[in-house]
């Protein structure tokens, strides 16, 4: 008897739990909105979870899989989301409705450290928004371009030792010495030496951040199903320790000298010393403090994203051209100019001075978005204009970059490396929002251009001085690693490098 029982409760939880997911994973086909098939419990996301996909290669391929529709509804486990490929759309929600979709709506750990220009959302981005632009105004990034060339030429040194001596290197890791001396130097006033053979304390957290452990993985997956779930776990504070300690460190040293470098720290211990910073809106002032630990949530941000996504861009950039020698010979003559007509040196002004190569950048951009999605939340109910679909406040927008860039209809022959897309006369007929590197909006990187001076300072210096060839380790088709959190290869990116 008591089996019969056992079976017939199995069977009602079982028919229950059917009917609750019909109803869930019916919520956009009752909309009209059309999108892929959802698995229970994992919604659309099984092969993220199974780590055969990242989000972004897994959001870009069904961005391309449904041309033709304006939207595309996704599931995350249980909860909708909406994928919007249309670009009168995502400018419609990107830049004209931005105040109804201000907040990126990224779910975290709950740690201060998200409390920084990237995670942050409501009035806290507001006011840091508004604190932090003037550490990138052209005038700024003009006084940090001696800084940067001292680093420029460590790195030229660095590579000149490893060619000298027959030494292999991976593409990104190369690279990555030098935008970690560049964001030491321009952000904390440190010399890291990251042009070393050795090992410091920054790049080993960088491999912290950017390859998580199992424990952190679990919990990302954990968020995907139940999300907000991973507030209730605590994690390695670490990362947390080390910027607080960085930052701590740094003001004590600066503490009573007048602000001489006028870098990143120099403006956040200036914030600091004002106890509150606050921004005047129409009804009233809003305020924060701007105490050690959200000094240290952005010196964080800063760190990763001048860092690694600089980094995977320059090593994308190096692959192109050993696979097309023509266009690297284009920059090469380009670039030899430039440092004939400034007496060998780079300055702001000269890098103005090279279209060519701001176009391979842009390119290079184009095709291996390193951070290829953009999310943000609906701030209250919203119908989607030229449509019937209204969603509910809280509802999850996402972008693909990825997807537009690899859209044929925007970028014929996309896999095709081509520069030339980028020749201004090309530029005036690009459709606003199907190029989005650096997002769009308000609500766009704030270090765009420090990224792009610091880029084109060390490729230039870096083509200047060595000529990048295939190596038998040179593989023609990148296999991206879904473990990656930006886009990240297997294998890493190895080319043969030589003295010009």
Do not use: T, W
């Given at each position: 008897m008591a089996v019969y029982i056992f079976a017939a409760f199995f069977v009602v939880i079982l028919c229950?739990?059917?009917?609750?997911?019909?109803?869930?994973y019916s919520y956009w086909s009752d909309k009209g909105v059309k999108g892929p098939t959802p698995f229970p419990i994992v919604g659309n996301f099984g092969s993220v979870i199974l780590v055969k996909d990242s989000v972004q290669q897994y959001i870009k391929t069904v961005h391309l899989k449904y041309a033709g529709e304006k939207l595309v509804g996704v599931y995350r486990g249980f909860?909708?989301?909406?994928?919007?490929?249309?670009?009168?759309?995502?400018?419609?929600?990107?830049?004209?409705?931005?105040?109804?979709?201000?907040?990126?709506?990224?779910?975290?750990?709950?740690?201060?450290?998200?409390?920084?220009l990237f995670s942050a959302d409501g009035e806290m981005w507001r006011i840091l928004r508004q604190k932090l632009t003037p550490v990138f105004t052209s005038r700024k990034l003009k006084e940090m371009v001696p800084l940067m060339q001292q680093c420029v030429d460590k790195f030229v040194k660095y590579v000149d030792y490893l060619v000298e001596n027959n030494i292999d290197h991976e593409m990104r890791s190369l690279a990555s010495k030098y935008t970690l001396d560049v964001i030491g130097s321009c952000?904390?006033?440190?010399?890291?030496?990251?042009?070393?053979?050795e090992e410091n304390q920054f790049s080993i957290m960088a491999k912290k951040i950017f390859k998580p452990t199992v424990y952190v993985r679990f919990l990302t997956i954990l968020d995907m199903l139940?999300?907000?779930?991973r507030k209730l776990f605590t994690t390695s504070t670490e990362i947390l320790d080390f910027f607080l300690g960085l930052v701590r460190n740094v003001i004590k040293e600066r503490e009573g000298t007048p602000p001489v470098r006028k870098d990143f720290m120099d403006l956040m211990i200036e914030l600091r010393e004002q106890g509150k910073v606050s921004r005047r809106k129409e009804d009233g002032?809003?305020?924060i403090e701007m105490d050690d630990y959200l000094i240290a949530a952005q010196a964080l941000v800063f760190y990763s994203a001048g860092f690694e996504t600089s980094a995977a861009t320059m090593s994308f950039l190096f692959y192109e051209l050993a696979l097309n020698p023509d266009i690297q010979d284009r920059i090469y003559q380009e670039v030899c100019k430039v440092y004939e007509k400034y007496n060998g040196q780079l300055t702001y002004e000269s890098l103005k001075e090279m279209p060519y190569l701001d176009m391979v950048l842009d390119e290079t951009l184009r095709k291996h978005s390193v951070a290829g999605i953009l999310f943000r939340k609906a701030l209250e109910d919203y119908t989607i204009p030229g449509t019937n679909v209204t969603i509910p406040k809280g509802t999850l927008i996402m972008v693909s970059a990825n997807g537009l860039h690899a859209d044929p209809e925007y970028f014929p022959n996309p896999e095709k490396f081509n520069p030339d897309r980028f020749l201004p006369e090309n530029i005036k007929t690009l459709k606003q929002c199907t190029y989005l590197p650096f997002g769009e909006g308000p609500r766009n990187c704030i270090g765009m251009?420090?990224?792009?001076?610091?880029s084109l300072m060390g490729i230039a210096a870096f083509l200047k001085n060595f000529k990048i060839e295939r190596s038998p380790k040179t593989d023609t088709h990148l296999e991206y690693d879904p473990k990656g959190i930006v886009l990240l290869t297997k294998g890493g990116i190895w080319v043969k490098i030589s003295k010009r």
């Open positions: 229950s739990f059917y009917l609750y997911a019909r109803k869930k909860q909708p989301m909406l994928l919007v490929r249309d670009p009168d759309l995502i400018k419609q929600v990107m830049v004209k409705d931005f105040h109804k979709f201000q907040d990126r709506g990224i779910s975290s750990s709950g740690s201060r450290l998200s409390q920084n952000a904390f006033g440190l010399d890291l030496d990251a042009c070393s053979d139940i999300p907000g779930v002032i809003s305020e251009r420090f990224a792009k001076v610091q």
